[in-house]
Every structure is written in C-alpha cells, then in structure tokens.
C-alpha cells in the first residue's frame, strides 16, 4: 500500500519514521486559507485542502495523510512570528497560561474513496517565565519562527510544567488518533509497509 505524507515537516516526518512506515512525501500547492473563525474546523478546512491538493497531482491510488496545526489561546490563532521581536511577545503572552496545541489531520483514502478528517487538542502549561529568560530563548532557539515562536521538542520544554494530551499532537501529528482512524478504515499495522 502506497502511504503518502501530505507534509515537509520535520516533526511529522520524525513521527513517521519513528513507528517505521514507509511513505512518500509530496507537499501541497494550495494556498493556506480559511475563513472559519472556529480553530478546529480552521485547520480541518487547511488539512483538507492540502489533501485534495496532492491527490490532484498523482495518478496513482495510495492513502494521503495530510496535516495543519495551531496553536490557540485567549480566542486567538497565534501565527508564526516573523521577527524575534514576534517571538518573544508570543512566549510572553503564554508566560504562566495555557495555550492549545490544535491539529486537523485528513485521511484521504484513493483505495476505498472515502476520506476522514478529525481533531485533537493538547493542553500546554506555561510556567511564569522572566523576561530575562524570554531574551536568552529568543536568542537561542533555532525553531523560534516556527508555528508561534515555539517547538515542544526544542528549547521551549524548559518552560513547559505540564501537558495534557497527546505530546505528539503537539509536534503536529497526533499519531496515536490517527492510527485509531485508520483501524476505522479497515486498516491495521501490518497492512502498511515497514522500511528496511
């Protein structure tokens, strides 16, 4: 079975490999827009454009996995900042708050032509952080202009007190929900081809 990643990201490839599947990696072309105000049906309506986007440009069947994830607090959608000065304002901002850690993920089936499309929302704890530890992130933290200035998996877990939720949500790829689906699809793990 062919399996292909609808996603560049690194985290999401890193999810992959790390159960050991076997894909192929073929990006979108579309434009990421959506005009929903809800966060979920936000990154639902972004993950399946990406989907469509990809079976569009392949001729063969195969099972796209398709992502987009957020981050959400205070009924705001915190971009990717473009400047340190970005940078530290959001982590300011999330100092000693919770912030939501929101992906869509789309399961574009081309064997069986069905498609399933679901959320997760993890819950991440900010301790208080100083200012003074801020400017030290800002200036050390090579994932800083990534989704909304922060990455779990770097720097950013020294000021995380907890999580509630799927870690790998986080990261981008709930990988645990999405194997649920997939069993909904008639799947199991030993239908998808292992690398070497």
Do not use: C, H
Not at 46 to 71: E, G, H, Y
Not at 108 to 118: G, P, R, T, V
């Amino acid at each position: 079975m062919k399996l292909i990643l609808a996603s560049n990201s690194k985290t999401r490839k890193d999810i992959f490999d790390m159960v050991g599947w076997k894909y192929e990696v073929i990006t979108s072309n579309v434009v990421e827009n959506s005009n929903s105000i809800d966060p979920k049906q936000y990154v639902i309506d972004l993950s399946k454009d990406k989907a469509n986007s990809v079976a569009s440009q392949i001729t063969d069947k195969a099972l796209i996995i398709s992502a987009d994830s957020i981050i959400y607090m205070d009924n705001k959608k915190f971009e990717k900042p473009k400047t340190k000065e970005e940078g530290f304002e959001n982590i300011k901002k999330m100092s000693g708050k919770v912030n939501y850690a929101i992906t869509g993920v789309t399961i574009k089936d081309l064997y069986q032509n069905k498609e399933i499309s679901f959320t997760d929302v993890t819950e991440v704890y900010f301790k208080n952080v100083s200012d003074k530890d801020i400017a030290w992130y800002v200036e050390n933290e090579k994932y800083l202009l990534n989704r909304a200035g922060y990455s779990i998996a770097g720097k950013t877990s020294i000021f995380v007190d907890k999580i509630v939720g799927d870690y790998y949500n986080i990261l981008g790829m709930p990988i645990s929900k999405l194997y649920s689906k997939l069993n909904e699809l008639g799947y199991s793990i030993s239908d998808f081809e292992m690398k070497s």
